[in-house]
């Protein structure tokens, strides 16, 4: 039985013809005219003014915004706690004291009655993470008002949400700096890789500058910053130039799968499906169900069935971070008594997203899914 997979990379062949010239020019380095080519075509994607830094992955992107934003230690980030830990990590690299902040139900994002208690205990933040998880636009103007406020800058975490707007501007370009990710599983890959992204060219300078080993003007090797190599390889461009011509069709069948899915189980009260921003239009990245807490059926056994039944994938709602053993010690702030996130994490359940499924692929899954609730 074939493997029906969460979300797999879909190839359609440019990408190799750009990794052809870039084998025929020799340009086989962490430069050359493929970065150069996605740099630009990725800022004209984004909108206007916008700049772009080619990055090994969008971890690299976050770091590098956290050096942009000159994170120091024992500075206080705010960080949206219903997200991957990839989003937060960059931070702690850098020492900053984290503070999470808690999901509202209407987009899972982070919930800015939440936000603003946060501000009353810490009136101080260095940055504000904002996630758009699995492609959902958060609730950006409401984030964006109390942060600009308080004068703090945000950090637009939009691995999961290429393609995906707000009020008809892409998401990634209401921060500071915005990062997007290529990895293997999202919407459009080169098999890893990241965007830097800001409106103003001095952060994707100096990002470049510090990801190519921040090597200052001089014809020796001469330092005054430490540097990284984090600069994408002019192959992984050539694949990323390949999939942004399919990106808007990716969208489409992400957008396909969802609604699908939402028809399937329209008539079972016990399933709904993770929720759209009215303000926004998702890329729907995941396609992803929550469960009434009445439920006999429990995300677990979905997870099984699917497993067996259908040989497909399914994966569990992020364990928000506070959970996380590894940040124990960071506080945690709710706008009230509940814990969205946490809720959200124990009902919910992600559901095989790839656009390479068939129609039987997803009856089947479907089928099995409803045969649970029969
Ligand atoms: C929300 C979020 N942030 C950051 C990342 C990190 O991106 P990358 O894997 O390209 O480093 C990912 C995905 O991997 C993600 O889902």
């Known amino acids: 039985m074939k ?24 340009w086989v380095a962490p430069l050359g005219p493929n970065v150069n080519a996605l740099e630009k075509e990725m800022g004209e994607y984004m909108g206007e003014g916008i700049h772009a830094c080619a990055l090994s992955a969008g971890t690299a992107a976050l770091h590098l915004s956290m050096k942009v934003l000159d994170i120091k230690p024992g ?66 103007d409401e984030i964006l008002k109390i942060c600009n ?66 090597r200052d003007k001089a014809r020796h090797y001469q330092h005054s910053h430490i540097g990284y190599n984090y600069r994408m390889s002019n192959i992984v461009a ?37 929720p759209m921003n009215p303000d926004g239009d998702a890329n729907n990245w995941l396609s992803c169900i929550l469960l009434d807490g009445a439920s006999k059926v429990t995300p677990d056994m979905i997870m099984d069935a699917l497993e067996e039944k259908c040989n497909a994938e399914s994966r569990p709602i992020w364990k928000p971070l506070h959970l996380q053993p590894v940040f124990a010690g960071c506080d945690f702030i709710k706008a009230g008594d509940e814990d969205v996130s946490s809720d959200i994490f124990a009902r919910g359940l992600c559901l095989p997203s790839d656009i390479k499924n068939t129609e039987e692929d997803m009856e089947l899954i479907i089928r099995t899914i409803r045969d649970l609730f029969a």
């Not at 946060?118 to 933040?125: G, H, L, M, R």
């Not at 103003?200 to 300078?205: G, P």
Request: hydrophobic share 35%; with cysteine.
């Open 3 to 26: 493997r029906i997979y969460l979300s797999s990379p879909t190839m359609h062949g440019e990408e190799q013809d750009y990794i052809k010239e870039a084998f025929d020019t020799n």
């Open 75 to 140: 500075d206080i980030v705010f960080c949206q706690s219903l997200t991957f830990s990839a989003t937060v990590n960059p931070a702690v690299y850098e020492g900053a004291k984290i503070v999470f902040i808690d999901s509202e139900r209407e987009t899972w994002n982070m919930d800015p009655a939440a936000l603003k208690k946060a501000y009353e205990k810490y009136p101080d933040p260095k940055a504000v993470l904002m996630v758009h998880l699995y492609g959902t636009p958060a609730k950006i």
């Open 149 to 214: 406020e308080h004068g703090t800058p945000v950090i637009e975490d939009s691995a999961e949400s290429l393609s995906s707007t707000y009020k008809g501007k892409q998401t990634g370009t209401f921060g500071r700096t915005g990062i997007v990710s290529f990895n293997g599983n999202k919407i459009i890959t080169s098999s890893g890789g990241g965007m830097m992204l800001s409106h103003r060219k001095e952060d994707t300078d100096y990002a470049t500058f510090l990801a190519t080993q921040a």
């Open 238 to 274: 050539g694949i990323a130039r390949g999939q942004l011509l399919h990106l808007e069709e990716h969208k489409a069948l992400k957008k396909a799968i969802y609604k699908r899915y939402t028809r399937a189980f329209g008539d079972i009260p016990e399933i709904s499906m993770n």
